[in-house]
Antibody, heavy 120, light 107 residues
Framework: QVQLQESGPGLVKPSQTLSLTCTVS??????????WSWIRQHPGKGLEWIGY???????YYNPSLKSRVTISVDTSKNQFSLKLSSVTAADTAVYYC????????????WGQGTLVTVSS | SYVLTQPPSVSVAPGQTARITCGGN??????VHWYQQKPGQAPVLVVY???DRPSGIPERFSGSNSGNTATLTISRVEAGDEADYYC??????????FGGGTKLTVL
């Protein structure tokens, strides 16, 4: 079964760029019919969709974050990545990667999540 | 933009039925998905497309969706069902959208 695992720095300084990678195992990221997403959860709060990418490279971003977000895919490594620029304390959150199903729009499975703290 | 509204909390005694609602304008015309999130863990899909269950999810979990309200129903509630529950839809104006979450407390 497909599993996802996030990795990246747990601490980022304000104004810098947050970078995370999600490694997919148990299946190919190039499989048709799926897209690969980033979702975050502020401490004690609800879930916020950040964006997603197809293996072809097509991307879709949350309009509220679009100006700062870049999602990319590396099919050779079976990974996809998130970059969020100009971060502030408001970007402190647990970041999850998840798989979505084209046309069905639910997320399953999810990675375990990684906490990123923005602080100097 | 589209908004999903969930009650902050629902409490139920063990063995009883819990109903968690998700309100939205004409949500009955959309497909609603539900996630369970236990403390310190990632969300898990428990119901998709209003009322379908992924493999491995107990039959005690069911869903419905009509008009302006979608409902996740948990029958014969167990202590292990205590968690936060989130509804989620896809909307053409908002793309993926989550409700604010409901904390289920088993008394």
């Amino acid at each position: 079964q497909v599993q996802l695992q996030e990795s990246g720095p747990g601490l980022v300084k304000p104004s810098q760029t947050l970078s995370l990678t999600c490694t997919v195992s148990g299946g190919s990221i190039s499989s048709g019919g799926y897209y690969w997403s980033w979702i975050r959860q502020h401490p004690g709060k609800g879930l916020e969709w950040i964006g997603y990418i197809y293996y072809s490279g097509s991307t879709y971003y949350n309009p509220s974050l679009k100006s700062r977000v870049t999602i990319s895919v590396d099919t050779s490594k079976n990974q996809f990545s998130l970059k969020l620029s100009s971060v502030t304390a408001a970007d402190t959150a647990v970041y999850y990667c998840a798989r979505g199903r084209t046309g069905l729009n639910w997320f399953d499975p999810w990675g375990q999540g990684t906490l990123v703290t923005v602080s100097s | 933009s589209y908004v999903l509204t969930q009650p902050p909390s629902v409490s139920v005694a063990p063995g009883q039925t819990a109903r968690i609602t998700c309100g939205g304008n004409n949500i009955g015309s959309k497909s609603v998905h539900w996630y369970q999130q236990k403390p310190g863990q990632a969300p898990v899909l428990v119901v998709y497309d209003d009322s379908d269950r992924p493999s491995g999810i107990p039959e005690r979990f069911s869903g419905s969706n009509s008009g302006n309200t979608a409902t996740l129903t948990i029958s014969r509630v167990e202590a292990g069902d205590e968690a936060d529950y989130y509804c989620q839809v896809w909307d053409s104006s908002s793309d993926h959208l989550f409700g604010g979450g409901t904390k289920l407390t088993v008394l």
